[in-house]
């Protein structure tokens, strides 16, 4: 198998004005190539000892192996929740050019 050289890394905010604000933010300070936000989607989880259902957005983020930590710790500032979802997935293939983009803009 390949070096990972690049991730996706999921990110759930309370709204989409929240989720562009993080978006852009991470984007502009090149810790992020992209950020695809999702409309609303719904999120059952458990949170306090309590069932929780709500409504969120969801942003998938391309980030390079060398940016990575940074902007985990980026979002995690820039969230409002106490503990964000930030989960990142390392890209094991794909379409090469693409590949070399991320690398080149985060």
């Known amino acids: 198998m390949s070096e990972v050289t690049n991730y996706v ?9 929240d989720a562009a604000r993080i978006g852009r ?6 810790l992020a190539a992209c950020a695809n936000i999702a409309g609303q989607i719904r999120s059952i989880y458990r949170w306090q000892d309590a069932i929780e259902d709500e409504a969120e957005c ?3 983020l391309k ?3 060398a940016s990575l930590d940074a902007l985990i710790e980026r979002a995690n500032e820039l969230h409002s929740y106490e503990v964000p979802e930030i989960i990142a997935l390392p890209i094991h293939g ?13």
């Open 94 to 106: 794909g379409y090469p050019p693409y590949l070399d983009w991320i690398a080149e803009n985060a």
């Open 9 to 17: 890394v999921f990110v759930t905010a309370p709204n989409e004005a």
């Open 58 to 60: 969801l942003m998938v």
């Open 25 to 30: 933010t991470l984007v502009e300070e090149r």
């Open 63 to 65: 980030t390079s192996h």
